[in-house]
């Protein structure tokens, strides 16, 4: 691919995981909003159910656009991914019920769960055989910008929480025509067959959970799952674990905010590492990294400096962790199954975003969340690692991603 396609290959993908980002935060910022001026009459039942419904919509959209996006390219799929989630968000503020609200974030939730897997897809097959970790890791630092960009945003915008969801519509809508003008198409399998090269290919995605990737597509499964409960249980209890841990609510929250500035410095770490000595080594390292941090993180410390020392290390670990099974699936799929491969993890791992924050938060309830929650978290981490140790080796630098023997 000639230099300048690549770039726009990485700005655009980059953009869209932006987004995603972007929308987290945004309806998380909203709902104490939504629930002090009881918009739509919407209550916490209420925004629980349109918060996870967002999640599921992200889940089913991730699953599907897989095969779609092997059979037909990444270009296409990705700009109507882009295109879907910008047009629902945009609607979001001006439904008048729960019940619409929940359908408008399930549609978008489609679209935005559809972009990370073919953004990450696209990236890697746009970087040289031997950096497929790298581009992964380097795509999901702009999930982190997009997050801190609605911070900023929430807090301009203050009470008016509406122009959140306009400013992500109308950024996503922007976007649409610069990706139609510049974003390349990456697939080499539908390269060629527009090129009357080759055959449409077949893409059956019960391949996936055939031999010889039945061990790779539960491995990397069953990691990812344990990877986003990680994420998404942290990035929403953290504060909270830390206020029953005797901790006050400032420091708290400098602690999220610790916890993601050594995530962003993990994803520009790990992901060079990974492609330097090996993709598997490096992750069950990261996974087994974060497990021991985390029961640190259960004893409480006095010293501020340290206990932000020992949250800063925890998100270099934990979140680049997650990512860095994306980076194994550019190495262990053909090419013709592996966005389909890439977007069935996304969605398993969306389980475990759902997963996560649930069971975290009925600790909380219960009055059990510190220190017992990072003791749930280190065993999460554990089986992560335990799941990638049964994953093969892959052979780097190979025209052709091929699983090499168990190691």
């Known amino acids: 691919m000639q230099t300048q396609n690549r770039k726009w290959v990485v700005i655009l993908c980059w953009l869209t995981v932006v987004f995603e980002g972007f929308d987290l935060v945004a309806l998380g910022a909203s709902i104490p909003t939504l629930l002090d001026t009881q918009h739509a009459g919407i209550d916490a039942a209420g925004a629980t159910f349109v918060a996870t419904i967002s999640l599921v919509g992200v889940g089913i959209g991730a699953a599907l656009i897989g095969p779609i996006s092997d059979r037909f390219g990444r270009r296409l799929p990705l700009i109507i991914c882009v295109l879907l989630f910008s047009i629902f968000t945009l609607l979001f503020p001006l439904m008048p019920t729960v019940a619409t609200m929940g359908l408008l974030r399930l549609l978008a939730g489609l ?26 890791t380097l795509t999901m630092t702009g999930y982190h910008v997009g997050a801190v960009a609605a911070s900023v945003v929430a807090l301009l915008v203050g009470a008016n929480w509406q122009w959140l969801f306009y400013a992500g519509g109308i950024l996503g809508l922007l976007a649409v025509p610069l990706m139609w003008a510049k974003l390349p198409e990456t697939s080499p399998v539908v390269k060629a067959v527009k090129a009357d090269k080759a055959a449409a290919p077949k893409v059956r995605v019960g391949d996936l959970l055939r031999k010889p990737y039945l061990r790779i597509t539960l491995g990397l499964w069953v990691a990812a799952f344990m990877g986003l409960l990680l994420v998404y249980g942290l990035n929403t209890w953290l504060p909270q674990l830390m206020r029953q841990a005797g901790y006050n609510v400032a420091d708290s929250l400098v602690l999220l905010l610790v916890l993601n500035v050594g995530a962003i410095a993990g994803l520009l770490t790990g992901g060079r590492v990974a492609d330097r000595r090996g993709v598997k080594g490096t992750t069950m390292f990261w996974f087994a990294s974060a497990a021991v941090l985390l029961v640190i993180l259960s004893i409480r410390m006095e010293n501020q400096l340290v206990l932000n020392g020992v949250v800063l290390v925890t998100g270099f670990f934990v979140f680049c962790a997650q990512v860095l099974v994306y980076g194994f699936v550019g190495y262990l799929y053909p090419r013709h199954i592996v966005a389909s491969g890439m977007g069935f993890v996304s969605a398993v791992g969306r389980l475990g975003a759902i997963t996560g924050p649930w069971l975290t938060g009925t600790l909380v ?24 140790s049964v994953v093969p080796k892959a052979k780097r630098g190979a025209d052709e991603p091929v699983a090499a023997p168990a190691g």
């Open 111 to 136: 679209g935005l769960g559809g972009c990370m897997p073919i953004a990450i897809t696209a990236m890697q097959e746009a970087s040289s055989s031997e950096r497929k970790a790298h581009s992964s």
């Open 365 to 388: 309830a219960a009055d059990l969340a510190y220190p017992f929650s990072f003791y749930v978290f280190a065993a999460a981490a554990v089986l992560g690692l335990v799941a990638v």
